[in-house]
């Protein structure tokens, strides 16, 4: 069964932008919701979260560039990334936290001119 579901994946030249969404379909309300995004021969990392709250977190990496925001249901959260670099280039994933962690199934981001 999926519960999280992403979209707004795909190329983009360095220096552009790209916004992906991942939606909630069976849980509505998780406690935090996280960007996770793992590049070929590394380790899959923490890009951003978001609180029930509100309160935001980033990776020291993407400070400044991406936005992690929600829309007002709390339901889908969003990830603008601006300045977009190649080493940006990564699988996306979409993380929701309540008691145990619900995984996206992952966007492809590549970064490239």
């Known amino acids: 069964q999926v519960d999280l579901v992403e979209s707004g994946g795909g190329l983009v030249q360095p220096g552009g932008s790209l916004r992906l969404s991942c939606a909630a379909s069976r849980i509505w309300w998780f406690d935090k919701m996280e960007w996770h995004r793992q590049a070929p021969g590394k380790q899959r990392e923490l890009v951003a979260g978001?609180?029930?709250?509100?309160?935001?977190n980033y990776a020291d990496s993407v400070k400044g560039r991406f936005i992690i925001s929600r829309d007002n249901t709390k339901t889908t959260v969003y990830l603008q990334m601006n300045s977009l670099k190649p080493e940006d280039t990564a699988v996306y994933y979409c993380k929701g936290l309540l008691g145990r962690a619900y995984w996206g199934q992952g966007t492809q981001v590549t970064v490239s001119s």
């Open positions: 978001i609180s029930r709250r509100g309160s935001t």
